[in-house]
Every structure is written in C-alpha cells, then in structure tokens.
C-alpha cells in the first residue's frame, strides 16, 4: 500500500534549523522514499511499512536530540488515486 506523509518539526528552541535541516537529511538517506520539501513540511511519500519505519525512526533519532520539540504529522493512504 502506498502513502504520504506530511511532517513538520517544531523544535521549541531558538538553534530551530539544525534540527529540521537534520531531520530532512535522514530521510533523504532512506531507500524506498520520495521526500519532497517545502517552506512549511516534509513530504514523504512510499510504501506503508518503508515509510512507517522512516518516520518513527527519526522521530526517536529527533527527541533523542532536541530536548523539546513537537512533530505534526498527516498520513493520507492512496496518493495521487484520483
């Protein structure tokens, strides 16, 4: 199954762009995705189970990191059908 993930970070610190520049170059180095990047998100977009473990992976690599920070996420199944 095919999905998208939408995921903006939020550090709650003022040294804000280290950790989201971080966060995008993880997920450039997983197989499988297609990131795409905006001024305000992530698009990740794969395989349910590739994506899935991309994002819960740099999510932990993340809050392991930054002391405080917050992710909004959106998961749409089926992208680009119709």
Not at 23 to 32: F, K, S, T, Y
Not at 47 to 74: H, L, Q, S
Request: glycine share 6%.
């Amino acid at each position: 199954m095919k999905i998208a993930v939408d995921i903006s970070l939020y550090p709650l610190d003022a040294d804000f762009l280290r950790p989201i520049r971080d966060v995008i170059a993880r997920l450039n180095e997983h197989d499988g995705l297609e990131v795409v990047t905006n001024p305000m998100s992530t698009q990740i977009r794969g395989d349910y189970d590739v994506v899935m473990a991309a994002v819960t992976r740099e999510v932990k690599a993340t809050f392991a990191g930054v002391p405080k920070a917050v992710f909004a996420i959106k998961i749409l199944n089926n992208p680009g059908s119709g």
